[in-house]
């Protein structure tokens, strides 16, 4: 592992102690698992936004239809 130095709040630093303390792991810990879950989100936010750049209405089209087809009704956020 690296080691990083950062300048916090110290309320945040507080908060994260607390935190740590209460989940029994290391402030650093702490923050590693913090940051990994924010980078998984600014990430997957990414990833979607490309896919979505991808999309094709008439392909979506095909699979609601489909959906219908087989008796069933596509859930009201899905239908066009």
Do not use: F, W
Not at 1 to 12: D, F, G, Q, T
Not at 22 to 35: D, K, P, Q, T
Not at 51 to 77: F, I, K, M, T
């Amino acid at each position: 592992m690296s080691a990083l130095n950062v300048h916090l709040p110290e309320s945040l630093h507080a908060m994260a102690r607390q935190l740590a303390a209460e989940e029994g792991i290391l402030v650093g810990h702490l923050i590693a698992l913090a940051l990994a879950e924010k980078i998984s989100a600014l990430k997957t936010e990414d990833y979607l936004q490309s896919r979505s750049r991808r999309a094709c209405e008439d392909q979506y089209q095909a699979v609601l239809d489909a959906v219908r087809a087989q008796g069933n009704r596509p859930l009201p956020d899905d239908a066009l």
